[in-house]
């Protein structure tokens, strides 16, 4: 199954807390620089991860309704269990984190 950065970008999109996100996703000019630089650096930390596992696992029907839901139920518990990534101060579930990677 291809990464269909698309799928990837509306399921951070909707994991987004922040207004800036949602706002920048609605504009044809998103610039993802940022995200691929938080995945690059998951993907540094993890040299030996599956990123096709990740994403038939994070968004295997690609993205949708149900998606949004699971995805934030599952970074939600990520941080009740204490998963996360530290980038640059920032805590980011390894939901979010793994999402970020497939940009990369």
Do not use: C, H
């Amino acid at each position: 199954m291809s990464l269909n950065k698309r799928d990837v970008l509306l399921a951070l999109t909707a994991l987004a807390t922040g207004a800036a996100i949602p706002a920048a996703a609605q504009t044809n000019a998103v610039d993802l620089s940022g995200g691929r630089t938080i995945g690059e650096a998951y993907v540094a930390v993890n040299p030996g991860a599956d990123r096709v596992a990740w994403r038939n696992d994070l968004l295997p029907n690609g993205f949708s309704d149900e998606a949004v839901v699971r995805l934030r139920a599952r970074a939600a518990e990520d941080f009740r269990a204490a998963r996360v990534f530290m980038f640059k101060g920032w805590r980011i579930s390894e939901t979010e984190a793994r999402l970020f990677a497939l940009l990369a």
